[in-house]
């Protein structure tokens, strides 16, 4: 009969837990939570369709700046690489007689929202830059504002 103490104890233990845990109110209080040490970085959601057909290849910086030109109302290349951690310049020459932007959705996936990167107004004969630091891993999709049906592109970092 010496396990009668032992249980009694244990069952008291746990009645004394299970007390600290319910709250007057009904909902269940946590009692331990692992901080997450390492967070990761958000991720872009799923991303716009863009509106030209891509190149058939990625194309890298070189000194850290993608030159980009946009002519015959595209973007070209328009298929762009950034590696995670680095700071890219995207450099934008307009050829064209019309002004164009450079729109990049944001983390969220849409256009027109709070974290979209922006170029306003890209004049003819102008030349305009917009860079990227810190961007999270994944694909961004790029559009022109004026030309959305027929200018857009992708950004991958990683």
């Given at each position: 009969?010496?396990?009668?103490?032992?249980?009694?104890?244990l069952?008291?233990?746990?009645?004394?837990?299970?007390?600290?845990?319910?709250?007057?109110?009904?909902?269940?209080?946590?009692?331990?939570?692992?901080?997450?040490?390492f967070?990761?970085?958000?991720?872009?959601?799923?991303?716009?369709?863009?509106a030209?057909?891509?190149?058939?290849?990625?194309?890298?910086?070189?000194?850290?700046?993608?030159?980009?030109?946009?002519?015959?109302?595209?973007?070209?290349?328009?298929?762009?690489?950034?590696?995670?951690?680095?700071?890219?310049?995207?450099?934008?020459?307009?050829?064209?007689?019309?002004?164009?932007?450079?729109?990049?959705?944001?983390?969220?996936?849409?256009?027109?929202?709070e974290?979209?990167?922006?170029?306003?107004?890209?004049?003819?004969?102008?030349?305009?830059?917009?860079?990227?630091?810190?961007?999270?891993?994944?694909?961004?999709?790029?559009?022109?504002?004026?030309?959305?049906g027929?200018m857009?592109?992708?950004?991958?970092?990683?």
């Amino acid at each position: 009969m010496r396990l009668a103490p032992a249980l009694l104890l244990l069952l008291a233990a746990a009645l004394f837990v299970a007390a600290c845990v319910n709250d007057d109110d009904g909902s269940d209080a946590v009692v331990s939570e692992t901080p997450n040490l390492f967070p990761s970085q958000p991720v872009p959601q799923e991303q716009p369709d863009p509106a030209q057909a891509l190149d058939a290849t990625l194309t890298e910086p070189v000194d850290g700046v993608i030159e980009v030109t946009l002519q015959d109302i595209l973007f070209s290349p328009n298929n762009l690489h950034v590696p995670l951690g680095e700071a890219v310049t995207i450099r934008l020459t307009n050829n064209d007689p019309a002004t164009h932007t450079m729109r990049v959705a944001g983390i969220d996936g849409r256009y027109d929202t709070e974290d979209d990167a922006l170029v306003p107004e890209i004049a003819p004969g102008t030349v305009e830059e917009l860079t990227l630091d810190g961007a999270a891993a994944g694909t961004l999709t790029f559009r022109c504002d004026l030309h959305p049906g027929t200018m857009g592109g992708v950004i991958v970092v990683d």
